[in-house]
């Protein structure tokens, strides 16, 4: 029931109330505002004139907001605030809901595994069975699961208790991948973003300051609620200080294979050779020791998506084997050499000429010793 508290106040010099002239015939309430944006009223007796009383409202129902403008930003950034739903609550799952939480969001969680007591000490709401959690209506669901389980999952998902328009989004290491399954999987009333943050629990266990978020609008609707909902969602790495990096996916997983994945690979043979630390580590060889440490805390499911699911990684394992034996080869050519000068380096001063190799024709046809004698003549004259 609304409750109406007046007392008398003395006119306030800041702040007049209108007079009309119907108002002072016939006595009435008459609402103004004063500068700090109190509502009053003045009332005003038809007959006695100079003896006006002025009527001021304490309260009607709830307290009225002391303070307009901060309540104006407050109601902007609840405005601001979304449900997300992580599907896939491992280690990057859990280490992307903290930062969700602090920023004032919702968050839900489903995984394979019980995460109930984890997600409870972070502030999000577990749920075991995923009918539950789509029923919570949440505006992002972000898929967060290992590369190769991910179509599976997906297709899991009861999308008919989504509401039509929910957006998707993904945080795969790999980008063409979870785009194409979201385009095929996926109805087309739904949003789809695709992005990978560049970094992990580890390299971004400080801040995520300068570090990059790769992401690609791939299908979002017209209207301005999805327009702003998805700036919504990356604002959450813009505010915690990321590069934004807006790329399609086919140019992310070019790069990626280039960088990620030889870095991941790298790491995993060194991990292998069990190097440790000694008491005259260089700066060069600490880097290898954390490069050790970052890519090795990644699971291996991780590392075999990056091979598995990119389509250039092939070709930059082949590169890397090919590097890997022209540096062998480079060194062992050099040791020959030193062999051969301790070998025959008398007998080759004394007169010993080495035959020089033949050259290949540009064709690269191979040359009968005959032929290579009159083709060596002929270009080196
Ligand atoms: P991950 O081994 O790639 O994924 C673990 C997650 O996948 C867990 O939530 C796990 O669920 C779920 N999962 C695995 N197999 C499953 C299956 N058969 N069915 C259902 N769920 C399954 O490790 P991650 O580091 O947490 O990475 C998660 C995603 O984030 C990956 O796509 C990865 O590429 C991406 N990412 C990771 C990093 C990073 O630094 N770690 C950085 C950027 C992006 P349960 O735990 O419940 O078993």
């Known amino acids: 029931m609304a409750v109406i508290s007046l007392t008398s106040i003395q006119p306030a010099a800041a702040a007049q109330p209108p007079t009309t002239s119907a108002a002072a015939s016939r006595g009435s309430l008459l609402p103004f505002y004063n500068c700090r944006r109190n509502l009053y009223f003045t009332f005003s007796p038809p007959h006695d004139r100079r003896h006006r009383r002025r009527l001021r409202i304490h309260a009607i129902d709830a307290a009225q907001p002391y303070d307009y403008e901060a309540f104006l930003v407050s109601r902007f950034n609840q405005s601001s605030k979304l449900k997300i739903a992580i599907v896939g609550f491992g280690n990057f799952g859990q280490f992307l809901a903290k930062?969700?939480?602090r920023q004032g969001h919702t968050v839900y969680a489903h995984s394979r595994s019980n995460y109930v007591s984890i997600a409870q000490?972070?502030?999000?709401?577990?749920?075991?069975d995923l009918h539950d959690l789509c029923e919570h209506h949440p505006d992002v669901i972000v898929m967060c699961t290992s590369i190769i389980s991910t179509?599976?999952?997906?297709?899991?998902?009861?999308?008919?208790?989504?509401?039509?328009?929910?957006?998707?989004?993904?945080?795969?290491?790999?980008?063409?991948?979870?785009?194409?399954?979201?385009?095929?999987?996926?109805?087309?009333?739904?949003?789809?973003?695709?992005?990978?943050?560049?970094?992990?629990?580890?390299?971004?266990?400080?801040?995520?300051?300068?570090?990059?978020?790769?992401?690609?609008?791939?299908?979002?609707?017209?209207?301005?609620?999805?327009?702003?909902?998805?700036?919504?969602?990356?604002?959450?790495?813009?505010?915690?200080?990321?590069?934004?990096?807006?790329?399609?996916?086919?140019?992310?997983?070019?790069?990626?294979?280039?960088?990620?994945?030889?870095?991941?690979?790298?790491?995993?043979?060194?991990?292998k050779l069990q190097l440790e630390s000694t008491p005259i580590n260089t700066k060069g060889y600490e880097t290898l020791l954390n490069l050790v440490e970052n890519t090795g805390s990644d699971s291996f499911d991780l590392y075999y998506g990056l091979f598995m699911y990119n389509e250039n990684a092939m070709e930059e394992l082949e590169r890397l084997d090919l590097a890997f034996e022209a540096l062998k080869k480079e060194l062992f050519g050099h040791l020959h050499e030193v062999l051969r000068k301790q070998l025959f380096g008398k007998a080759e001063e004394g007169g010993f000429r080495r035959p020089k190799l033949a050259k290949l024709p540009k064709n690269g046809t191979p040359l009968l010793p005959s032929q290579a004698e009159a083709y060596n003549t002929q270009n080196n004259n």
Not at 121 to 128: C, L, P, Q, R, Y
Not at 239 to 267: L, P, W
């Open 151 to 271: 179509e599976s999952v997906l297709r899991s998902l009861p999308l008919q208790r989504l509401r039509r328009n929910t957006l998707f989004v993904d945080v795969l290491s790999v980008k063409e991948f979870p785009k194409n399954i979201f385009l095929q999987n996926l109805p087309s009333h739904f949003d789809i973003l695709c992005t990978h943050p560049m970094f992990g629990p580890e390299s971004g266990k400080h801040s995520w300051q300068n570090l990059p978020f790769v992401f690609d609008k791939v299908r979002i609707g017209n209207e301005e609620s999805r327009l702003v909902r998805v700036d919504n969602f990356l604002d959450i790495f813009k505010k915690e200080g990321c590069e934004m990096v807006e790329m399609t996916c086919a140019e992310h997983d070019r790069y990626a294979a280039g960088s990620q994945f030889i870095t991941h690979t790298m790491g995993r043979i060194l991990e």
């Open 121 to 128: 000490s972070i502030g999000v709401a577990f749920f075991s």
């Open 99 to 101: 930062a969700f939480v």
